[in-house]
């Protein structure tokens, strides 16, 4: 395995608050690595700085060996890497399939490919996808008027229609149904072994974590506090007490 | 439903040929409502269908006459020299050079328009929101003072145009049709636009658009392009009422923020924001309205509009369609919450 993410040194301040202070941590390709640490600790702000939604203060972020920390969400949406929201975003007044077709890559589009239709391959994808996340019945709904559970399920499977090389997805399991929660692990741990997509996974639900990923880091006030498989940082007790010292 | 629609179609454009012949008096009050449904169409892409609001559109309009204008004069005499001596009879055109003027001054018109919306839109489409608004107002009424300014078209003079070689009633039926060609091709133009994946990238952004940033749309470049579009049929539109009007003057007529620049928004609102027929049907109901509170109630024809406008913004924001699209979701193809008997999942 290889690296496909490198951040180093990396830090953000927000006026006089340090969300993000001499990160470093490295997501291997093919794999699924976690993110956790208390409320606040600079988890969805790291998020940002990879994703090029802000500048960086300092350090450097790679993308494959490719320098992304000035680079544009965009740009490096197109490169492959793509993001989840925390605070779910989907478009509101469109269906669920017209969500997804929209989601389709942008990748390698040429300038007469937006004045194309969808095709029926394209289509078909876009329900397949629908279907596995769950949402098949509710595929001509107002995507709107889902749940705040189901409209999580669409936007990831909006990304997997982007077809990323990347995914990071900031707290998937969050206000889904706990007897939910093992179908989407399931379909999270799919994602990454089927479709061959690397996962960067924020979490609180430490069964979720201990469940999916093969290596974990943990922050606590914009630091990195630990890293390691997800036996031993959960019994490393720097993170136990950053847990306990949050509450 | 399927089979009335080109039915619907060829009676439409049966009354669109028709009209100026049914209603001879009337031939300029319908060149003028065709105006209205090109500008409000136009304003809806961005405004109704990308979210946009933009109160610059005027500026393409009074440019796209200043264009027009600048070339067919242009192509036969110096400019600065035909505006300087006001139009006074030595310039003449013949026959040819007018109709030659018309058509290149009007294609002009839309190419400037469309390269300039790619220009301004640049640095303006950064701005969002009440912003973007603003800084489009801005845009336009800066352009009107310029020109109003700016001798060599005429300045706060503004220009007269050459007159039509023929009789009056031919030329006002040649300018219905001539409005009425152009909204017919934009509506075209639109119905297979708003088919493609090019309206489902502008309604996301719409929607959301960090989101479509997010997901790797080029947003600038949707932004820009619809825009542009836009601006190319409001400039047309600005070179035939250049035509239309034969004297115009840069600040009443060409940049016209407060009448045309707000009427065109207030059809759409009334129509209902992005959707396809919204635009036209506002457009036809202001125009009834407005020409009959200028004829009968002269004086309070502005306090009539301003409750127009207070009654579609406080009771119908979603304008007429969207009133209907509320009512009857299942005509325009919205499916609401309900145990699907029809839908059942395909074995796999
Ligand atoms: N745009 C911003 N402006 C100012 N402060 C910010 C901004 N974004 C984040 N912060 C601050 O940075 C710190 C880290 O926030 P961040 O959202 O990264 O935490 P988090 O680990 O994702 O927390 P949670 O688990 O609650 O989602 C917080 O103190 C937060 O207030
Ligand atoms: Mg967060």
Redesign the interface.
């Known amino acids: 395995m290889s690296a496909i993410i490198q951040v180093d040194r990396v830090s953000k301040s927000f006026g006089g608050v340090r969300a993000n202070i001499d990160i470093s941590l490295t997501v291997e390709e093919g794999g699924i690595t976690g993110l956790i640490g208390p409320n606040g600790s600079g988890k969805t702000t790291l998020f940002n700085s990879i994703?090029g939604?802000h500048p960086i203060d300092g350090g450097s972020i790679k993308f494959r060996d490719l320098e992304i920390s000035k680079m544009l969400?965009?740009e490096i949406?197109?490169l492959g890497l793509?993001?989840t929201?925390q605070q779910t975003?989907?478009?509101?007044?469109?269906?669920c399939v017209?969500n997804m077709?929209?989601?389709?890559?942008?990748?390698k589009?040429k300038f007469l490919?937006?004045?194309?239709?969808?095709s029926s391959e394209e289509h078909e994808r876009a329900e397949a996808l629908l279907?596995f996340v769950g949402l098949?019945?509710?595929r001509?709904?107002?995507s709107g008027?889902l749940s705040f559970g189901q409209q999580k399920l669409l936007e990831f499977a909006?990304a997997l229609m982007?077809q990323p090389s990347v995914l990071l997805l900031d707290e998937p399991t969050a206000g889904i149904n706990p007897t939910l929660i093992n179908g989407l692990i399931d379909r999270l741990k799919r994602a990454n072994s089927d479709f061959g997509i690397t996962l960067l996974v924020i979490e609180h639900n430490m069964r979720v974590i201990m469940n999916m990923a093969d290596h974990v880091y943990c922050l606590a006030h914009g630091e990195l506090l630990a890293s390691g498989s997800p036996d031993e940082v959960q019994n490393d007790q720097s993170v136990i007490d950053a847990y306990l010292g949050a509450h | 439903m399927n089979l009335s629609k080109p039915a619907l179609y060829i009676v439409l454009l049966v009354v669109i040929v028709a009209a100026p012949f049914l209603l001879p008096a009337y031939k300029t009050q319908l060149a003028t409502l065709w105006l209205m449904i090109i500008v409000a169409m136009t304003w809806d892409m961005t405004g109704g269908q990308m979210g946009y609001n933009s109160l610059g559109n005027i500026f393409f309009y009074g440019t796209g006459m200043y264009v027009a204008a600048v070339i067919t004069i242009g192509m036969v005499y110096d400019v600065g020299d035909y505006t300087n001596a006001a139009g006074g009879g030595i310039y003449a055109f013949t026959e040819t050079q007018y109709f030659t003027g018309l058509v290149l001054g009007c294609i002009g018109a839309g190419l400037f328009c469309a390269l300039s919306a790619i220009l301004i839109g640049w640095p303006t489409f950064g701005l969002r929101g009440p912003y973007f608004a603003i800084g489009t107002l801005g845009m336009a009424i800066a352009a009107g003072e310029l020109v109003s300014n700016w001798e060599w078209v005429g300045a706060g003079q503004g220009i007269s145009m050459p007159n039509y070689p023929g009789d009056f009633e031919t030329f006002k039926l040649l300018i219905y049709f001539i409005f009425a060609g152009v909204g017919v091709v934009l509506f075209i133009f639109l119905k297979w636009l708003y088919t493609t994946r090019f309206r489902s990238a502008i309604n996301a952004i719409r929607e959301d658009e960090d989101k479509a940033e997010a997901m790797g749309l080029r947003t600038l470049t949707y932004k820009l392009l619809t825009w542009s579009m836009a601006a190319f049929f409001v400039g047309i539109a600005g070179g035939i009422s250049a035509f239309q009007l034969i004297h115009f003057e840069p600040l009443e007529t060409a940049y016209q923020t407060i009448n045309l620049g707000i009427f065109m928004v207030v059809c759409v609102l009334l129509g209902g924001k992005g959707t396809l027929w919204g635009p036209i049907i506002g457009a036809v109901l202001f125009h009834v309205v407005k020409e009959v509170t200028w004829n009968y109630f002269l004086g309070w024809q502005w306090v009539a509009l301003g409750a127009i406008i207070i009654v579609t913004v406080v009771y119908f924001q979603d304008g007429l369609m969207g009133w209907l699209k509320h009512k009857r979701p299942e005509w325009f193809g919205i499916r609401v919450e309900k145990k699907d008997q029809i839908v059942t999942e395909p074995a796999e």
Do not use: C
């Open positions: 994703v939604y969400v965009p949406a197109r793509l993001r929201f975003r989907i478009y509101g007044k469109m269906d017209q077709l929209i989601s389709l890559p942008h990748r589009a490919e937006m004045f194309r239709r969808y279907d098949y019945e509710k001509y709904l107002q008027d909006m982007n």
